[in-house]
C-alpha cells in the first residue's frame, strides 16, 4: 500500500527523472542491444525496460532490467506491450 502511493507519487516527477537518467544510461550503453546480438553496430535512442515492471517500483529504476534499443527495436517492443509508458514516450 505504501510503496504503491510513492509510486504514484513519484509517478508526477516521472518524465523529467526518467528523461535525466535514461539520457545517462545511453551515454554509457550507447548501442542496441537487440542490434550487437544480430552483430549490428547501431546507436540506441530509448531505454526500454528488458521485463515489464507493472507497477514494481524497484525494478521499473533498476538499470540491471534496462536496455538501450534503436527507434526500430523500440518501437517493436512498445508495440508488443500495452500503454504502460504512455507518459515517458513523448520525452
Ligand atoms: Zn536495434
Not at 547501431?42 to 534503436?70: H, M, R, T
Request: aromatic share 18%; net charge positive.
Amino acid at each position: 500500500m505504501f510503496k504503491e502511493n510513492l509510486f504514484k507519487r513519484y509517478k508526477q516527477n516521472e518524465p523529467i527523472e526518467w528523461y535525466r537518467q535514461t539520457q545517462f544510461y545511453l551515454i554509457l550503453n550507447p548501442y542496441c542491444k537487440i542490434c550487437l546480438k544480430k552483430h549490428k553496430i547501431v546507436p540506441a535512442e530509448k531505454v526500454s525496460p528488458i521485463v515489464k515492471p507493472a507497477n514494481n517500483y524497484n525494478l521499473f529504476w533498476d538499470k540491471a532490467n534496462w536496455q538501450g534499443l534503436c527507434l526500430y527495436h523500440y518501437n517493436r517492443k512498445k508495440l508488443s506491450e500495452n500503454n504502460f509508458y504512455k507518459n515517458t514516450e513523448t520525452l
